[in-house]
């Protein structure tokens, strides 16, 4: 079975930071490509970033060089940087990745970026 569970979500004002973290098993994380999605309130899920077994990395446009996706594999965890956030960024983010066939999900974590 594999888990994903995320953590590392809060509230910050805009421009602040945050780091997000998300901690896998059951998976051969080694050669798992990982990624981030995130849900804003009425609005569909969709891609922040994505980071293959090889390290190759892919951004939505409107990251803008503002986050940084990384991984741990001793650790078996994916980061996500979170830069410059901005009241747009406020949804709920989730770790995602494809194995056995199927995608899986953690629960996500919350954050809210206001003023």
């Known amino acids: 079975q594999v888990r994903l569970v995320e953590s590392g979500g809060g509230s910050v004002q805009p421009g602040g930071s945050l780091r997000l973290s998300c901690a896998a098993s059951g998976v051969n994380f080694k050669i798992a490509t990982m990624g981030w999605y995130r849900q804003a309130p009425g609005k569909e899920r969709e891609l922040v970033a994505s980071?293959?077994?090889?390290?190759?990395?892919n951004y939505a446009d409107f990251v803008k060089g503002r986050f940084n996706i990384s991984r741990d594999n001793a650790m078996t965890r994916v980061y996500l940087q979170l830069n410059n956030l901005q009241p747009e960024d406020t949804a709920v983010y989730s770790c995602?990745?494809?194995?056995?066939?199927?995608?899986?999900w953690g629960k996500g974590t919350l954050i809210t970026v206001s003023s």
């Open positions: 980071i293959t077994s090889g390290g190759s990395t």
């Open positions: 995602n990745t494809k194995y056995y066939g199927r995608a899986w």
